[in-house]
Structures are given as C-alpha cells and as structure tokens.
C-alpha cells in the first residue's frame, strides 16, 4: 500500500490539492481520525487554505470548491458509502467525473477512493489516534528521486 501511495503523491494525474480533497473526506465519513489529521495537515503543508478544509464536510453548500472537485467529492462519498448504496456509485456522479476528467485521472480518482478505504480500515482497527501526525515525515518519505 506504501508504494502505491507514493506513486499517488509523485505522479498523480489529478492535482494533488483534488487527491487531498478525496482522501480528506473518506477519511471523515469512515470516522478516521488519524487520517482525517494525516489529510488535512498535509493539505495545509502543501498550500491549501484552511478555510477550505474545514468546509470540506459541507462541499453541497460551500462555493469554495471548483466543479471537477465537486465530482471528486462525490466520487469519495459514495466510495465511502458503499452500504447505502449496493449498486456503487451514482450514474450522475459517474456524468460529473466524465465531464471534468479523463479516463487516466478517473481511474486515478477510483484508485484513490479505493486506496484511501482500505488506509481507513487499517488505521481505526489499529486504534491510531489522530493529533500525533508531521507532515514534515511524509514529505521526506515522498520526496522525488
């Protein structure tokens, strides 16, 4: 899981800010603390504006969020919901995605989804506990070659 991670954060078709947005908001519905930390420390550590983040909860309601990161956040809600919905992802999602990315940054974005699911599971059957995380340690582990 590691080294897809990595090759997430070094070459991501889809802009970083947009991956940090996905995972941010999985992390909050799958209730994970540590990854909710995790995402937004490294959201504002790469230049995101605080604001944003905090209203990432809200994106229905908040202008703060472009149209192809809207699409992006759906993605990431119904990934995280699969229970309310046993036929997956909604056909106007899937509309929304086709309109702002291509195939490459969709099947990123799906990808993501995926990946960041599984980081949740991992991190609350361990009981890692949110607060503790440095994104300084991230960027170092990261860092291109």
């Excluded at 956040?73 to 056909?91: C, F, I, K, T, W």
Aim: net charge negative.
């Amino acid at each position: 899981m590691l080294a897809i991670e990595k090759l997430f954060h070094t070459a991501s078709p889809v802009p970083h800010a947009t991956m940090e947005l996905v995972k941010l908001r999985a992390s909050q519905i799958n209730g994970c603390g540590f990854c909710t930390d995790m995402h937004y420390k490294d959201a504002v550590h790469a230049g995101e504006d605080p604001e944003r983040l905090n209203l990432v909860t809200v994106w229905r309601e908040a202008p703060a969020f472009t149209d192809a990161e809207r699409a992006a956040l759906a993605l990431a809600e119904e990934s995280a919901r699969l229970a309310d919905n046993p036929h997956g992802v909604s056909d106007e999602t899937w509309e929304l995605l086709r309109k702002h990315y291509d195939d490459e940054q969709t099947a990123a974005l799906i990808a993501m989804c995926a990946q960041i699911n599984a980081w949740n599971r991992v991190n609350v059957i361990l009981r890692n506990p949110a607060g503790h995380y440095d994104p300084a340690t991230k960027a170092a582990r990261y860092k291109k070659d």
